[in-house]
């Protein structure tokens, strides 16, 4: 695979350098390389070189529970959002008014169906927001 063209020289890498690094040298920078959002040694080294930040990613394993919650909490309220709009369309094609009658008096239980979910939803939120907030 080709690299794209570009109308500015001086961002083309293109002096390779070669570093005998020993183990303990290279095992702090593959440390690096994993802990950061950086997919290789070469741009951790780029970046120490430019003075540049290497930014390190914490994931916070106590966040799991929650967060698949939220996943859970989302995917229902998306799939209750998609029986509304159903229904919604239902109502717009039907042609009587006891069919419409009946698509609105079902779209009004779906909504109340939604209430528990948004009520668990801001419980988990408050709790984050403490969470996060802590000094």
Do not use: C
Not at 79 to 84: K, M
């Amino acid at each position: 695979m080709s690299r794209k063209n570009t109308k500015e020289i001086n961002s083309v890498l293109s002096r390779p350098i070669i570093v005998r690094l020993n183990e303990d040298q290279y095992s702090k920078l593959e440390k690096l390389r994993i802990k950061s959002n950086s997919r290789s040694l070469g741009v951790i080294i780029r970046k120490m070189l430019d003075n540049k930040p290497v930014k390190l990613l914490h994931k916070d394993i106590s966040m799991n529970g929650p967060m698949e919650e939220l996943a859970l909490i989302r995917k229902e309220i998306k799939s209750i959002g998609v029986n509304i709009n159903q229904q919604t369309h239902r109502f717009h094609v039907s042609t009587t008014e006891t069919e419409r009658s009946f698509h609105s008096i079902k779209t009004a239980e779906t909504y109340k169906t939604i209430e528990p979910k948004i009520d668990r939803l801001m419980v988990i939120l408050s709790k984050l927001a403490e969470k996060w907030l802590q000094k």
